[in-house]
Structures are given as structure tokens and as C-alpha cells.
């Protein structure tokens, strides 16, 4: 199937497509050996499409699954430590997978996986609002102390955004956060009087985790990413 040329080039990832009109323009771009001058120019496969003499290739379609992480493992490839990480959890075929943020090392629950790194760092940034739901087992519930993390609060000099906050029961909280800042959930209820004695997150976006079983993988099909990534 035939494709303009700058789209072509904002699927490869090499840039977007306002930048790609601007390469044409430059006759930096080629099709096939030859220079083109209008992005009214149609591509497909088997075309070789180069920018300053690179070659650049179609993006390998978006994989995203969706991990059930275990409890006391670590969100990398290689710990120092020699701790157990997700990568000792999963087959092999599942290795080559970049993980979309982190749990720390006793969080346990939702964790995405994706082939594609730029999908990963857009959906991991502050700046995308995307809402992280959590169910957190607190030592104790303080009302007053959980108004503050509601408001937004500032801990240590970092200031974190207000956070949705049911209460479940008298040890149990459903909170939401649309940040990703590192471990905010287990220092602002700590720092609202309601320590974390476990964590466990249920949802990234529209991605719940359901029914999958700890250490288990699943596919995400391609409609619900396409719901994710409207929301970037």
C-alpha cells in the first residue's frame, strides 16, 4: 500500500512529518536514487527512501503487553546487586521488550512492555497526564493527612501533583496519579501520615491489568493502543 513520503519518514521515527516536508524541500530526501522535490510523492516497501544518504526503514509494527510483575523484582535488564529482575520472570522471546516505566523493586501489578522505544519515552513523560491507578495497603488511614496528597503536596522539594484518593477500608486506598514521578505514591502517603506496606498497581491508561496472572504476559490488541496513544 502506497504512502506519502513524509508520513513514510514520521513512521520510521527519523522525524515528523512538518520536519520531513522540510527535508523535501532541502532535497535532502531520495526515492530510489533520486532526489524529490514535493511531498505529493507516494511510497510503499519496496521503494528505497534515503535522508542525507541513510537509508531509512519502515518501523516494525507497535507491540505493546501488558506484565504482571511480580513482588521483589527489579524493573531492569541487570541489577549489581544480583537481585532477580522481570527479565528472569519472562521467555526469551519476551527479552527484547523495553519496560514503560517502572515499579520498584516491591510494587507489584501492571507493568507495559513495548518494541518501540519512542512509543515508551512518550507515554513515561510527566507532561502526557496519563492516569496510573493503584490499590496501596497502608498501615492507617488519616483522612486529614490524605486532603493534602488530594490538594497537591511538596515533599523534600518536590512538588507532586494533587492525586485521586479512595478510601477503601480502614488499611486499604485506591489512588490515582497522572504524574510518573519515582516511587510518589509510597512518599506522599507516607508523608501524609499513611505508610505503604504494599503497593500494587491495576491500570496504566486504558490498560487494566484484569485477571492476569502474577509473572504472565498479554498481548494488547491493536484498538486499545490506538486509544492509548490519542491520549498522548
Known sequence: MKTRIAKFIADSGVASRRVAEDMIASGRITVNGVVIDTPVTFVDDDDKIAVDGVRVHARDETELYAFHKPIDTMTTTHDPAGRKTIYDCMSPEYKKLKYIGRLDYKTTGLLLLTNDGALARKLTLPSSHIARVYVATVER?????????????????????????????????????????????RIVLRACGCPVRKLHRISFGPIELGNLSVGKIRKINQKTIDALVKTL
Open 141 to 185: 488511614v488519616d483522612a486529614a493527612g490524605l486532603a493534602r496528597a488530594q490538594r497537591g503536596i511538596t515533599v523534600d522539594g518536590v512538588t507532586y501533583r494533587p492525586m485521586k484518593i479512595d478510601i477503601l477500608s480502614d488499611k486499604e486506598l485506591r489512588v490515582c496519579v497522572d504524574e510518573g514521578k519515582k516511587n510518589e505514591v
